[in-house]
């Protein structure tokens, strides 16, 4: 099982990257930021994202006192780089067991009930990216990649709708019929506090929370493109961001290469984004989401939580289960 998923991984990200190189290697020749102004952009893309990056962490500061845990903002704040950073380094985002891993040793609330509290923020970030996606997706296509034609017909999403239902119903049969809901369920009990967060008066901060950093990312999106000089509106940065992030659930290596890679490609073209410029977008983007939260990642596990031992026993437990 832990090869075949390993070997899953390989072949999605090979075959992506392989495709996106082949891509790029028929285009012009790219050009990056030079001008002072397209250097500024670069530098409010990158602090953007290290805003983006402090709301993340204090939503899971926020979700972790809902639910009863009481965790140092310091180390919410830290772990949330650390966990970023072995998402990045490390096979099947394993960065998120790393960092429940860490604030256990902290808190000793029970790595189950804090992995419930990271199921609580994937949850919320889900919903928030799927409308993102729906609403600002459907503009964003119907004006550049398909026929309007095409979305004329709300038949057609109907259909894919009940088609998702009934795979989904024959999933629950088989389930049930092996037994295996009974287990599901009790291992997944002591995750139940976390979802608290997602109901009632404690949501609404939450969403809010959620849709403001994507936001920001998707200001990211933006700021990267104008300093290539790529043309995209607002919304289509939202669209990419709602892309990017949806293929980033693919099974891939760490840092979703090649995923990521063809995610960006494909979208920018959508968006009417010339060759070379689009060769551009993905190489920076690619830098500014990925490179500096690792380097600062990797800085905090080194100085507060045990270095490279505690990054190679993540890895191993999370194959372990894979």
């Known amino acids: 099982m832990n090869r075949r998923f390993a070997l899953l991984q390989a072949v999605f990200s090979v075959v992506a990257l392989a495709a996106v190189v082949w891509w790029a290697s028929h285009q012009p020749a790219p050009s990056f930021p030079h001008t002072s102004r397209a250097i500024i952009e670069m530098v409010a893309a990158a602090l953007l994202y290290a805003a983006a990056t402090v709301i993340r962490a204090e939503r899971w500061h926020s979700i972790l006192s809902i639910t009863g845990v009481k965790a140092a903002r310091r180390d919410c704040y830290g772990l949330t780089t650390v966990g970023y950073m072995g998402n990045n380094v490390l096979p099947a985002r394993a960065g998120e067991l790393l960092r429940v891993v860490l604030l256990d040793q902290k ?84 995750l139940a506090g976390a979802p608290r967060a997602l109901w009632g008066k404690p949501a609404i901060p939450m969403l809010a929370a959620t849709v403001l950093l994507w936001s920001i990312e998707g200001s990211v999106y933006l700021f ?99």
Do not use: C
Not at 260 to 284: E, K, N, Q, T
């Open 107 to 190: 808190v000793k609330a029970g790595k189950r009930t804090l992995l419930g509290t990271v199921v609580a923020e994937r949850i919320l970030d889900l919903l928030v990216l799927a409308a993102m996606l729906l609403v600002v997706g459907y503009g964003v296509l119907k004006g550049h990649a398909l026929p309007s034609q095409t979305f004329a017909h709300p038949a057609i999403l109907a259909a894919a709708g009940l088609v998702l239902v009934a795979l989904a119903g024959v999933g629950f049969l088989l389930l049930k019929r092996r037994g295996l809901l009974e287990r599901v369920r009790d291992a997944a009990r002591p």
């Open 224 to 322: 990267v493109a104008k300093s290539v000089n790529l043309d995209i509106s607002a919304s289509g940065a939202l669209y990419l961001v709602g892309l990017t992030n949806f293929v980033a659930a693919l099974p891939a290596a760490p840092g979703s290469i090649g995923t990521f890679d063809a995610a960006v490609a494909f979208g920018a073209r959508v968006l009417g984004g010339s060759g070379s410029a689009v060769v551009s977008y993905v190489i920076l983007l690619r830098f500014v989401l990925y490179v500096p939260i690792t380097v600062v990642g990797l800085t905090v596990l080194v100085v507060r939580y045990g270095g490279w031992a505690r990054l190679r026993s993540a890895a191993s437990l999370q194959t372990s289960r894979a």
